[in-house]
């Protein structure tokens, strides 16, 4: 990690990389459903009982009907509580979902002067995600500070959050926490909020050809939140929520998309690869605080209105950084997907993978010939 000017801290590879290496495989210091307090849909199994869908530790997808799903003895709403084994319930009850997440969530579903169905969804997300950071600051102090000296409260993003802040500062005040914690000021939940929403990362259901993905949760990672965005980025991440084990199903991997020589930035795109010039920079301000000059941006800030969301995918070169190059090689062709490719991580003797993965539909496709050729070249 180096200070990159005009940018803050950054990533930079410190030996040259491969396509398809993982360049980080991180844990979440927390995460919580985006699911609205009071609106929460839940799936009930043969027996009548009502489950969530997704388990409240490892966020894997719950089966209705099998019968595998535990919950919380001591919650009054055990909908936020479903387990799908007793690992992770054993897990949750020491960290994500202590008693004191039992009482303040059964508290907060159950106060119907402050949170009720005519409450703005995203305040109760907010709550939502109040209550696993606060839960953090008792659990682990030290990750709690680490979080705090995030990127992500400028005044600009403060004053955004502070009447979302006046507001979730009334409800927790009634709220009792231990000795390790008082609640904080509205100031600083303002910068809570801001800092959650510049650096979460979302926990998305699979994707379906008809609905796309949908968000399951969010989930904050301490190393993962220092890598700078791009709008022609070099690494990409991928999340395998509902296959992989219980202990890593929300891991975050980021793999690169292609070779980096050492000393090259690694950065990752916040956006989708087939989002506008025009939106993406009005994305970027109104939600990270500043504009994007990457190369895409500089190409297609100099294109007529007529031209700016045309995609070329002709006159390619050998740069995978010229645009209408990278965007044939590194885009998913699925129309209602869009989302990045990256080739599978190279075989243990170091041999690359022949297959390119997209890190929003999963789809692999054939790695392009002159890419496969050229990794042939130097083994990792």
Same mark, same amino acid.
């Given at each position: 990690?180096?200070?990159?000017?005009? &940018?803050?801290?950054?990533?930079?590879?410190?030996?040259?990389?491969?396509?398809?290496?993982?360049?980080?495989?991180?844990?979440?210091?927390?995460?919580?459903?985006?699911?609205?307090?009071?609106?929460?849909?839940?799936?009930?199994?043969?027996?009548?009982?009502?489950?969530?869908?997704c388990?409240a530790?490892?966020?894997?997808s719950?089966?209705a009907?099998?019968?595998?799903a535990?919950?919380?003895?001591?919650?009054?709403?055990?909908?936020?509580?479903?387990?799908?084994?007793?690992?992770?319930?054993?897990?949750?009850?020491?960290?994500?979902?202590?008693?004191?997440?039992?009482?303040?969530?059964?508290?907060?579903?159950?106060?119907?002067?402050?949170?009720?169905?005519?409450?703005?969804?995203?305040?109760?997300?907010?709550a939502?995600?109040?209550?696993?950071?606060?839960?953090?600051?008792?659990?682990?102090?030290?990750?709690?500070?680490?979080?705090?000296?995030?990127?992500?409260?400028?005044?600009?993003?403060?004053?955004?959050?502070?009447?979302?802040?006046?507001?979730?500062?009334?409800i927790?005040?009634?709220?009792?926490?231990?000795?390790?914690?008082?609640?904080?000021s509205v100031?600083?939940?303002a910068?809570?909020?801001?800092k959650?929403?510049?650096?979460?990362?979302?926990?998305?259901?699979?994707?379906?050809?008809?609905?796309?993905?949908?968000?399951?949760?969010?989930?904050?990672?301490?190393?993962?939140?220092?890598?700078?965005?791009?709008?022609l980025?070099?690494?990409?991440?991928?999340?395998?929520?509902?296959?992989?084990?219980?202990?890593?199903?929300?891991?975050?991997?980021?793999?690169?998309?292609?070779?980096?020589?050492?000393?090259?930035?690694?950065?990752?795109?916040?956006?989708?690869?087939?989002?506008?010039?025009?939106?993406?920079?009005?994305?970027?301000?109104?939600?990270?605080?500043?504009?994007?000059?990457? &190369?895409?941006?500089?190409?297609?800030?100099?294109?007529?209105?007529?031209?700016?969301?045309?995609?070329?995918?002709?006159?390619?070169?050998?740069?995978?950084?010229?645009?209408?190059?990278?965007?044939?090689?590194?885009?998913?062709?699925?129309?209602?997907?869009?989302?990045?490719?990256?080739?599978?991580?190279?075989?243990?003797?170091?041999?690359?993978?022949?297959?390119?993965?997209?890190?929003?539909?999963?789809?692999?496709?054939?790695?392009?010939?002159?890419?496969?050729?050229?990794?042939?070249l130097? &083994?990792?």
């Amino acid at each position: 990690m180096v200070e990159i000017e005009g &940018k803050g801290r950054g990533l930079v590879a410190s030996q040259p990389l491969k396509g398809g290496q993982i360049v980080m495989q991180d844990t979440p210091i927390y995460a919580y459903f985006v699911s609205p307090l009071k609106l929460r849909q839940p799936i009930e199994d043969t027996n009548g009982s009502c489950y969530t869908r997704c388990c409240a530790h490892c966020f894997r997808s719950l089966e209705a009907g099998a019968g595998a799903a535990l919950t919380c003895p001591s919650c009054s709403h055990p909908k936020d509580a479903a387990f799908c084994s007793s690992k992770c319930q054993s897990l949750a009850f020491s960290s994500s979902h202590t008693p004191w997440v039992c009482r303040t969530l059964s508290y907060l579903r159950n106060c119907s002067l402050h949170v009720n169905h005519q409450t703005p969804e995203d305040r109760q997300i907010e709550a939502r995600c109040l209550v696993a950071v606060f839960n953090l600051a008792m659990v682990s102090p030290y990750a709690f500070q680490t979080f705090l000296s995030l990127d992500g409260c400028g005044a600009r993003d403060g004053q955004r959050y502070i009447d979302s802040a006046i507001f979730l500062h009334s409800i927790f005040t009634s709220i009792s926490f231990d000795d390790r914690f008082s609640l904080p000021s509205v100031e600083t939940i303002a910068d809570i909020l801001a800092k959650n929403w510049r650096n979460s990362f979302c926990l998305m259901d699979p994707f379906s050809e008809d609905k796309g993905r949908s968000v399951r949760a969010h989930a904050v990672y301490l190393n993962a939140s220092f890598f700078n965005h791009s709008c022609l980025p070099n690494a990409c991440h991928f999340h395998y929520l509902d296959t992989t084990p219980h202990n890593g199903s929300t891991d975050l991997i980021i793999r690169v998309m292609h070779d980096i020589p050492q000393g090259e930035e690694i950065c990752i795109s916040y956006l989708r690869v087939n989002i506008s010039y025009p939106e993406r920079q009005r994305i970027l301000m109104n939600d990270y605080t500043f504009a994007c000059s990457c &190369k895409r941006c500089q190409i297609e800030a100099n294109w007529s209105r007529e031209e700016g969301n045309e995609i070329d995918h002709n006159g390619c070169d050998d740069d995978p950084g010229f645009l209408p190059a990278y965007l044939k090689r590194f885009m998913c062709k699925r129309e209602s997907c869009r989302g990045f490719l990256a080739p599978l991580p190279p075989s243990d003797d170091g041999n690359p993978s022949k297959f390119m993965e997209c890190n929003f539909c999963r789809e692999l496709t054939k790695r392009p010939k002159a890419l496969y050729e050229a990794s042939l070249l130097t &083994k990792v």
